[in-house]
């Protein structure tokens, strides 16, 4: 488990991995979407979190937190897609792992009138960096690739923490400090 925790700390500090917006998406379709959220680590970070949150929450959190995160990224992406930028989007989306990943590790229980909206917003940012980077228009196979990527991410983030949670509360609060701190880490590259 350490050599897990190391390596996932070095990858964090490699900024060359940080951010999945280098463009080249341009006129490619499911496949282009499918790679776009696994190709940064500032997305796949945020997304996994997303499903460790909900797990360490439970309840109607672990359909209703990824559900919120996927359709404000659709719409974000539609957004991009468009050509609009949204002011910060960087910024809020590092932000997002840094606070999705401190949620997971609080364990917060924000009611879902809180919670949803918060995710929400960060899954709009997201989606507005894959808008901008795909093709123009946002291209309906590209927006269903990156679409079901992040489903896939947030899944992963579930099934690891309710894995984690068997053996304690603690294993999935930190994995959900990893996340806040490869945040911290991609906010200082």
Same mark, same amino acid.
């Given at each position: 488990?350490?050599?897990?925790?190391?390596? +996932?700390?070095?990858? #964090?500090?490699?900024?060359?991995?940080?951010?999945?917006?280098?463009?080249?998406?341009?006129?490619? &379709?499911?496949?282009?979407?499918?790679?776009?959220?696994?190709? &940064?680590?500032?997305?796949?970070?945020?997304?996994? #979190?997303?499903?460790? %949150?909900?797990?360490?929450?439970?309840?109607? +959190?672990? %359909?209703?937190?990824?559900?919120?995160?996927?359709?404000?990224?659709?719409?974000?992406?539609?957004?991009?897609?468009?050509?609009?930028?949204?002011?910060?989007?960087?910024?809020?989306?590092?932000?997002?792992?840094?606070?999705?990943?401190?949620?997971?590790?609080?364990?917060?229980?924000?009611?879902?009138?809180?919670?949803?909206?918060?995710?929400?917003?960060?899954?709009?940012?997201?989606?507005?960096?894959?808008?901008?980077?795909?093709?123009?228009?946002?291209?309906? &196979?590209?927006?269903?690739?990156?679409?079901?990527?992040?489903? &896939?991410?947030?899944?992963?983030?579930?099934?690891?923490?309710?894995?984690?949670?068997?053996?304690?509360?603690?294993?999935?609060?930190? +994995?959900?400090?990893?996340?806040?701190?490869?945040?911290?880490?991609?906010?200082?590259?």
């Amino acid at each position: 488990m350490m050599r897990r925790l190391i390596l +996932a700390a070095a990858a #964090a500090a490699a900024p060359t991995l940080a951010f999945a917006h280098a463009g080249g998406h341009e006129g490619l &379709g499911f496949f282009a979407g499918l790679a776009h959220p696994v190709s &940064g680590l500032d997305h796949m970070a945020a997304m996994v #979190a997303v499903g460790l %949150w909900a797990a360490t929450v439970g309840g109607r +959190a672990l %359909w209703a937190y990824p559900a919120a995160f996927v359709a404000a990224m659709v719409a974000g992406g539609a957004l991009g897609g468009l050509g609009l930028s949204l002011w910060g989007v960087e910024h809020v989306i590092v932000g997002s792992v840094i606070l999705l990943g401190a949620l997971s590790a609080l364990a917060a229980r924000a009611p879902l009138a809180a919670a949803l909206p918060l995710i929400a917003l960060f899954g709009l940012a997201h989606g507005a960096a894959h808008g901008l980077e795909g093709p123009a228009g946002g291209g309906l &196979g590209y927006t269903a690739g990156f679409a079901l990527a992040t489903a &896939g991410l947030h899944a992963a983030g579930l099934a690891l923490g309710l894995g984690l949670m068997r053996g304690g509360a603690w294993a999935a609060r930190g +994995a959900g400090a990893l996340a806040a701190l490869t945040g911290v880490l991609l906010a200082a590259s």
